[in-house]
DNA sequence: CAGTGGCG
DNA sequence: ATAC
């Protein structure tokens, strides 16, 4: 807490530039947790978290689901964005007014006016899960950015360059924490460092990730 | 098509 | 444990 220039005051807003066009903001989600936590649960009652397969066969260490319009899925056909749930044959669950409200504040705090996401993915880590470096680029609007909310667990995030070879820097993340990034950054390889074990009082034994795009 | 993964 |  600071006192601003109306000697009232208010939490300052922690502001982490990673590179051009992308910033941590610290614990930007965290009056927020328990909302969003309520709301994980409840689309994913409807849609419920699964270990999707990459094309190479491989299952994914990260449970995912998702909510929006659109959702991402991998299996054995390759990646794509799809209206309904392959699990189910159902539309994914509407993206709740909690995620949208973040997602738009986040962008808003990082410099991205008028980010509206068709699109959250739900990923779940649990020990030992991690996710490689790798670009989001399945959507077809790339001048929209991507935001990313951590909650419960830390975890250390990585972000690399536009090529796979680049070394990427490490940033450890927590609960509350919101990663933003768009413009020249948009590429920018990225991914996660194998969950260690903990105990988190919202969350348990686990991570969660969501992450809001514009698909089409 | 696939390295959002696993191996030596 | 990390790098390629």
């Avoid at 680029?137 to 830390?154: A, C, N, R, Y």
């Avoid at 768009?182 to 969660?208: E, I, S």
């Amino acid at each position: 807490m600071t006192q601003d220039l109306f000697g009232e005051l208010s939490p300052e807003l922690i502001r982490e530039h990673l590179m051009e066009g992308a910033v941590v903001l610290r614990q930007f989600a965290l009056a927020d947790a328990e909302w969003l936590l309520n709301d994980i649960q409840r689309v994913t009652t409807q849609a419920p978290f699964r270990h999707m397969k990459t094309p190479g066969g491989h299952a994914m260490s990260a449970a995912m689901s998702c909510c929006g319009d659109q959702g991402w899925v991998t299996d054995t056909r390759g990646y794509r964005y799809q209206s309904e749930d392959p699990t189910s044959g159902q539309p994914w669950p509407a993206m709740p007014e909690s995620f949208r409200n973040l997602a738009g504040k986040a962008a808003v705090a990082a410099g991205f006016e008028g980010f509206e996401p068709d699109a959250c993915l739900i990923n779940r880590y649990e020990p030992g899960a991690k996710m490689g470096l790798h670009q989001d680029k399945d959507e077809q609007d790339f001048s929209q950015p991507i935001v990313s909310v951590s909650l419960g667990l830390p975890q250390v995030f990585q972000f690399g360059g536009l090529k796979r070879n680049e070394r990427p820097v490490r940033v450890p993340l927590a609960h509350g924490d919101v990663v933003v990034w768009g413009g020249p950054a948009r590429l920018r390889y990225h991914g996660v460092l194998t969950l260690k074990a903990g105990d988190h009082p919202l969350t348990g034994v686990c991570r969660y990730n969501l992450t809001f795009r514009k698909a089409r």
